[in-house]
């Protein structure tokens, strides 16, 4: 079985929950696309951990973790992580896997990204500063230094030295303080002592897994709508993050995938800047904020929030090819006396489709709205669907018929016993 895990919204949608939930049964946990920019959050037994790098399914004892080679690494972040996970008495030798094939983010990557959203000033494009949008552009344009690289240390020094000269250069111009070429150098040849263990050609380590059936999850990171070419660009993430990103990214080929696990947040959420169509600005949102913790895993900044939108998570499901859904943060409504759904845009008195829209679009277009009554009961403790109150099952069941597409596991809380399964046995 090989199943993948997709955000259908802005990010943030609960996934890595869902992941650890997953993968009691995988084999083999992958990240595929993306880079530390991701953060995806288990909670077991009160105790949280924040993932950026490491694929979240990792906790669990037989599940063995790949970082595959859509992925870019920031070492220090991936070393980080590492060392906190054994700290929690969580070996990963012979259980964490990186490719060869990964990018490396510099700091001259982080120095750049920060330039620029500093050039755009009122323009910013809210991106978290994490170098993943230059690193992504040096991939493209043949100037990315890859782990490869980082394993042939006389390659790397010429390649990074030259790289920075020129990186240099254009910091000088922001008026950005220049990079350190030997001080970095210094640093990353620590950072190469510590990774070349986890070193392994990921390619033949999953296909070999295929070939011996071996349970396979792949984790997907960001969601849809931030996704290099379905977003409204430039409002977006540096790699694609529909499932097409699966073969790219990991080398697995789609006509293995058999199951698209696509993850639907109760509500909406998103970090950053740009259109968000049924965003709320009231006190409702800053309800909602609270109650559901709404803060950037990974930069900390309260998140933006709105109505659940499937017009969006529609477009979602249709590209990924969704098999099953999952709701996620449904426990954070409780208390909402009215929520409302969005099931289409109107642009100038005319219906028009996500797919349609580019970022001025969905800042102009007016959403379609029907209205459901909340509930006021804790929902943490449901284990059945029968168990949810009858409205929370009457918004849930509307999403399903919306969307065409069946609910298999609805989240009821945080921490990982916090669930319905509505798989049949």
């Not at 700091?107 to 949008?133: F, M, Q, S, V």
Request: charged content about 25%; overall charge positive; proline content about 4%.
């Amino acid at each position: 079985m090989i199943q993948v895990v997709i955000g259908s919204q802005w990010g943030d949608e609960g996934k890595g929950k869902i992941v650890d939930l997953l993968a009691k049964k995988a084999d083999y946990t992958v990240r595929f696309h993306g880079g530390n920019n991701a953060g995806h959050t288990v909670v077991v037994n009160g105790k949280k951990y924040s993932f950026h790098l490491i694929p979240s399914g990792i906790l669990n004892r037989n599940t063995k973790g790949v970082i595959a080679n859509g992925t870019i690494i920031d070492p220090e972040v991936l070393i980080g992580e590492i060392d906190q996970l054994e700290k929690e008495g969580i070996q990963l030798k012979n259980k964490l896997f990186i490719s060869p094939r990964c990018h490396l983010i510099m700091p001259y990557h982080k120095e750049l990204d920060e330039a620029y959203e500093n050039a755009r000033g009122k323009n910013k494009l809210g991106t978290t500063r994490r170098g993943i949008g230059p690193t992504y552009a040096d991939k493209v344009s043949y100037n990315g230094i890859r782990v490869y690289e980082l394993m042939n240390w006389k390659i790397f020094v010429e390649k990074f030295t030259f790289q920075a000269n020129i990186k240099n250069k254009i910091l000088k111009l922001f008026k950005v303080k220049p990079i350190n070429i030997q001080k970095e150098l210094k640093r990353y040849k620590g950072f190469k002592e510590k990774i070349v263990p986890y070193i392994k050609d990921t390619f033949l380590l999953l296909q070999n897994a295929i070939k011996n059936k071996k349970n396979i999850l792949l984790e997907g990171a960001h969601g849809v709508m931030l996704d290099i070419d379905f977003s409204p660009y430039p409002f977006s993430t540096g790699s694609n993050v529909v499932t097409g990103a699966v073969n790219t990214g990991s080398g697995i080929p789609l006509s293995k995938v058999n199951e698209v696990w696509v993850v639907v947040k109760a509500y909406l959420s998103r970090v950053g800047g740009g259109p968000l169509p049924t965003e709320l600005l009231d006190k409702q949102a800053d309800y909602i904020r609270e109650k559901g913790q709404e803060y950037g895993t990974t930069t900390g900044r309260p998140r933006r929030i709105g109505w659940l939108d499937l017009e969006g998570v529609k477009f979602a499901c249709e590209v990924n090819g969704a098999t099953k859904l999952v709701i996620t943060k449904t426990d954070i409504l409780s208390g909402v006396s009215e929520i409302k759904i969005c099931i289409g845009y109107y642009l100038e008195g005319k219906k028009i489709s996500y797919s349609e829209c580019g970022y001025n679009e969905l800042a102009q277009l007016i959403p379609r709205y029907v209205t459901f009554k909340g509930w006021k009961e804790n929902i943490q403790n449901a284990r059945k669907f029968g168990d949810l109150p009858k409205n929370c099952q009457k918004y849930l069941r509307f999403i399903e018929s919306f969307l065409k597409v069946p609910i298999a596991i609805v989240s009821t809380g945080a921490d990982r016993q916090d669930y319905i399964s509505l798989l049949k046995a």
